[in-house]
C-alpha cells in the first residue's frame, strides 16, 4: 500500500541552526500538508501546499519556516533558525483531494 | 480557526464491551477524519464522511457524521484488546484544506 515516508525519524540539533526535514508523498498526490504535535498536544496544522505554491498556512508558520518540492517526489520544510519551542514530532501529509489526507510515521525534532 | 472538543479523553473498558467517542464543535466542518495513533508513529486514517447524517462501518467501528457536520461519533461494538490506542478526530474546515484537531481519545480495552 502507497505511504507517505519521511527522513530522518529523529533529528537533534542545536538552538539556531538549520534543519530540513524531508517527505516524499504518495505518488499521485496533488496536495501536501506539514502539521506538527508538541509532546502531549493535540496536532496542529502548519502549512498546505498545492500545485507549487502555499495554498494555506497557519500562524505559527512564520518566517522561520518554508516548503518547498525541488523535484517531482520531494517535499521539504526548512526551519531557518530553531528554537526550543520547536522541538516536535513533524508529520508530512499529502492527498489527492483535501478531506483525505495520509500521514508520514513523522519526524521527531529535538532542539537543545 | 475552529475547534474540535472530543470526549472522553480516556477510556478504560473490558474486552466485549460497546463504546462511543464524541467530537463535538460549535462550527461547520466541510468533513470529518478519524485517524489512529499509535505511540510514536502518525496518525492512520480510518474513515472520513462528508456528508451530515452520513454513518459508515468499518467491521465493528461505526462512524457518524451529524446532520449539522458539527459533530461526529465513532462507536466500537464488542471491543477487543487490539483497539486499544489513540483515536484523533479531525475536521476539514469549509475554507480551505487543513485539518483541526481533537484531543484524542486514549482507549484502553482490558483482556
Known amino acids: 500500500e502507497p505511504e507517505v515516508t519521511q527522513t530522518p525519524s529523529h533529528q537533534v540539533t542545536q538552538m539556531g541552526q538549520e534543519v530540513i526535514l524531508r517527505c516524499v508523498p504518495i505518488s499521485n498526490h496533488l496536495y501536501f500538508y506539514w502539521y506538527r504535535q508538541i509532546l502531549g498536544q493535540k496536532v496542529e496544522f502548519l502549512v498546505s501546499f498545492y500545485n507549487n505554491e502555499i495554498s494555506e498556512k497557519s500562524e505559527i508558520f512564520d518566517d522561520q519556516f518554508s516548503v518547498e518540492r525541488p523535484d517531482g517526489s520531494n517535499f521539504t520544510l526548512k526551519i531557518r533558525s530553531t528554537k526550543l519551542e520547536d522541538s516536535a514530532m513533524y508529520f508530512c501529509?499529502?492527498?489527492?483531494?483535501?478531506?483525505?489526507?495520509?500521514f508520514g510515521a513523522g519526524t521527531r525534532l529535538s532542539v537543545l | 480557526t475552529q475547534l474540535l472538543e472530543q470526549s472522553p479523553q480516556f477510556l478504560s473498558i473490558q474486552e466485549g464491551e460497546n463504546l462511543t467517542v464524541y467530537c463535538n464543535s460549535s462550527s461547520v466542518f466541510s468533513s470529518l477524519q478519524w485517524y489512529r495513533q499509535e505511540p510514536g508513529e502518525g496518525p492512520v486514517l480510518l474513515v472520513t464522511v462528508v456528508t451530515g447524517g452520513e454513518v459508515k462501518k468499518l467491521k465493528r467501528l461505526t462512524f457518524q457524521f451529524g446532520d449539522a457536520r458539527k459533530d461526529s461519533s465513532l462507536h466500537i461494538t464488542a471491543a477487543q484488546p487490539g483497539d486499544t490506542g489513540l483515536y484523533l478526530c479531525?475536521?476539514?474546515?469549509?475554507?480551505?484544506?487543513?485539518?483541526?484537531f481533537g484531543e484524542g481519545t486514549q482507549l484502553t480495552v482490558n483482556p
Open positions: 479531525a475536521g476539514r474546515e469549509t475554507s480551505g484544506s487543513r485539518l483541526t
Open positions: 501529509a499529502s492527498s489527492v483531494a483535501g478531506p483525505f489526507q495520509y
